[in-house]
């Protein structure tokens, strides 16, 4: 069984979160001893920006591979078909005319009260679905804290 780890989980940890850094690690060390650990290049780019704030750069990449290896997290570099399918579920996530709720992924409409302007704005960038198709494609399971849109556009089992 092989887990994907979304972002905000290795974030949790590294950053000892007080609500969520216990859960996490508790999730990381489940499916650690259940499977392999992967991340994809766009988590591992986010990661080494928690780094950069503390090091510079090559003290940071040094960091950043060392607590991957501690954790046994190896990183995948993306395929086309990861790029396909995240520029699938991106133009349909962006073909909507609301705004979508980041937990849920229901849609919202709102508009201006004086002009009547339609509002609308991203909750999710291009990133995060890339790491969903990431996911989907290279391992059963995401782990994650936005649960929402990535059960709605990807098939991967999000815990």
Excluded at 43 to 64: M, N, W
Excluded at 66 to 84: A, Y
Aim: glycine share 6%; aromatic share 10%.
């Amino acid at each position: 069984m092989i887990t994907a780890i979304d972002t905000n989980i290795l974030l949790d940890v590294l950053g000892n979160d007080p609500r969520f850094g216990g859960l996490s690690g508790e999730l990381l060390e489940k499916h650690a001893v259940e499977g392999a650990l992967i991340i994809s290049p766009v988590v591992y780019t986010e990661l080494l920006v928690f780094f950069l704030r503390k090091h510079q750069t090559s003290i940071a990449v040094s960091k950043l591979n060392e607590f991957l290896r501690d954790i046994d997290v190896r990183v995948i570099n993306f395929d086309e078909r990861d790029l396909v399918l995240a520029a699938e579920a991106w133009a349909a996530f962006r073909g909507g005319r609301g705004i979508r709720c980041p937990s849920c992924s229901k849609e919202q409409a709102f508009s201006c009260s004086w002009c009547g302007s339609k509002i609308s704005w991203r909750n999710h960038i291009v990133t995060d679905f890339l790491i969903g198709a990431h996911a989907q494609n290279h391992a059963e399971y995401l782990a994650t804290r936005d649960r929402g849109y990535y059960k709605k556009y990807f098939k991967v089992k999000v815990v």
